[in-house]
């Protein structure tokens, strides 16, 4: 493909930010690059290594000529834009949840399952943030002994709720902050919790996503099906938990994994440390999300035997969720398309 004509839509949320940083950093050889938002950003401009860029509304753009199209805007605008764009000839990799579970749509960890790219009808998925992070290391291990079973308890960051989770966790920690008595002894006011269904900042939400069926969330479904889709193996069985912390770029899990044999931690270790963009930490000085803030691998730490199952290991795994977690993942995938 000549240098490739790239649009982000969503340019200005928090993934689509990191995606523009992300084709700077990268030297990302694109030969035009468009912007695209909603009415209320549109004309905005933004200066980007390629020159000013007046960011579009996506409602009236005409994506003729775009090549590779980076979608971050939601799920409902990927529904209703995603196609009009394949149709006047561009690659879509959407990092929303509205294609990826659907069959003729590949789903691609960049580093896992690269090969699952080349087959698709012009929409590639970006899978979701947690799952993402899980698989850097599942993967590898997956693909040395067969994983059979996985428990996985997620502690998700408030970016992952978009620009207004992080406003909102940073709103909060300015006026909770000043009520410290209140913190301790109760007696505290819940304002505004909106993107979030309770108060945030110095709490934990035992639930991230929306209620679904027999109570779990979206998010859990998320982490079971989107796993089994990118191992290629729908035996797998998952128990997921997705938990929502006052964290503001960074989602970490703590998982325990069986495998068709038993894997004891010496081997998990050889795995992870040859595998692409992962990085061991010690449990000395162990990985959290702060640390994963802005970095691109995805960090590793306490891989331990099971105790109650024997024959599998547990580990952290820990990641930035707006750059492996999405925009850094889409970015690969458009690498692997050229
Ligand atoms: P805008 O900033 O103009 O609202 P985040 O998840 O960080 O909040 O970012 C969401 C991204 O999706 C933003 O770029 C936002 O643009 C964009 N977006 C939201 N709603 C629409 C819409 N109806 N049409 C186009 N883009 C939208």
Known sequence: MPDPRVAVVGATGAVGRTMIEILEERDFPLS??????????????????WGDVAVEDLSSADPSGIDIALFSAGAGRSREFAQSFVDRG??????????????????????????????NDGIIANPNCTTMT????????????GLARMVAMSYQSVSGAGMTGMDTLWQQTVELGNRREALVQG??????????????????????GTLTDAGHTDEEWK???????????????????CVRVPVMVGHGISASMWFDSAVDPETARRVLTDAPGVELWSDERVATPLDSAGQDPVLACRIRPTIG??????????????????????????????
């Open 90 to 119: 561009a690659i879509v990799i959407d990092n929303s949840s509205a294609f990826r579970m659907a069959p003729e749509v590949p789903l691609v960890v960049a580093g896992v399952n690269d090969h699952a790219a080349a087959d």
């Open 223 to 241: 982490l079971v099906n989107e796993s089994r889709k990118i191992l290629e193996r729908d035996s797998i069985e998952v128990e997921p938990t």
């Open 187 to 208: 007696g505290w006011e819940e304002g505004e919790t909106d993107p979030f269904q309770r108060p945030i900042a110095f709490n934990v939400l035992p639930m991230a």
């Open 32 to 49: 035009e690059l468009r912007l695209m938002a909603s009415a209320r950003s549109a004309g905005r401009v933004v200066a980007t290594r």
């Open 309 to 338: 199952v024997p024959g599998g290991i547990s580990l952290w795994v820990v990641g930035d969720n707006l750059r492996k977690g999405a925009a850094l993942n889409a970015v690969e995938i458009a690498e692997l398309l050229i």
């Open 134 to 145: 899980l698989m850097m290391a599942a993967g590898p291990l997956h693909h040395h002994a």
